[in-house]
C-alpha cells in the first residue's frame, strides 16, 4: 500500500478565515503563576510570534525561562494570563485535535503494546478505529518501527520508544506537533540519530513543527527560524532565521555557516551566565 502524504491539509479543508501565513500566532502572551503561599512568578512575558504553515521553529533559553510552560500554552493545557494564542485560525482555550505532543521521556503505557500505545489519542477522540489503525501501522512502518507493533515498551530501546511516541502524536493527522525536549535523554550517538529521523518523518508528514530544545546545535541542524529566549521572566531575545540549505545531514552540524549560527545563540547566554 502507497504511503499516503500525511499532515497535509488541502486549503479547501481549512478553517475560514485562518491565516495561511500564520499557522500558529501569538501576541502579548504573558503567563504569571500565582501560588496560594508564595509571591507570584511571572515565567512569560510580551511573546510575539507567528510560525508559518509547514514550518520547523525551535525554542531554546536558558532552564527556567518558561520553554515548556510556552509549549503548553500551545499545546492548550495550561491557560495564559493575557494576550493571544490562536492555532489554524482558532483561539486556543484548551486541548485542540489539530496539536500533537511529544514529551520528554515517551511515557508509552507498558501494559500496552506499541500498536496499541499509538492508538491512544484515536480512543480518547472517539475517531473511526478501524481507519486510525491503518494510519497508525504506516506511520510504525515510516519510522522504522514495522515489526515491532505487537511488543511493549519493555522490549524497544529508548530511540524506538521515543519514535512510536512520536507516532501518537501524529495518529490523528494533527496540523501542528509541538515537542518538549524529546531526545534529552537519550545517549550522543542516538540522539543525532533522532535528529535526521525527526527530519525524515518532518519532510514526509508536511507537520508544523515548534520543538523545545537545550541544544543550540540541535536547533540550529533542525530549523527553519529559531526563537531565543531570555532568562525569566522568559521574552524574545531575538527571533533567527537558519539559512542552511535543505536536505540537511549531520555534516551540516559541523559546517562553519552553522558555527556562525550557533555562536550568535549562545552568545545570549555566555554573557548572563546562565547556558553551558
Partial sequence: MAMRTLGRRPAAETRKGADEDAWIDVAGLEKTYTPRRSEPTTALKGIDFR????????VVGPSGCGKTTLLKILAGLIPHSSGQVRVSGREVAGPMPEIGMVFQEATLLPWRTILQNVMVPVEVQGLDRGTHRERARELLTMVGLDGFEEKYPSELSGGMQ?????????????AVLLMDEPFGALDAMTREYMNVELLRIWRQSGQTIALVTHSIPEAVF???????????????????????????????MASDRAGVYVDRIRRYFNAAGVMD
Avoid at 510560525?51 to 525551535?58: A, K, L, Q, T
Avoid at 521515543?162 to 494533527?174: F, K, N, T
Fill in 51 to 58: 510560525v508559518r504553515r509547514g514550518e520547523f521553529v525551535s
Fill in 162 to 174: 521515543q519514535r512510536a511516541g512520536i507516532c501518537r502524536a501524529l495518529v490523528h493527522d494533527p
Fill in 222 to 252: 533542525l530549523s527553519d527560524r529559531v526563537i531565543v529566549l531570555t532568562p525569566r521572566p522568559g521574552q524574545i531575545a531575538e527571533i533567527i532565521d537558519i539559512e542552511l540549505d535543505r536536505p540537511r545531514d549531520l555534516g551540516v
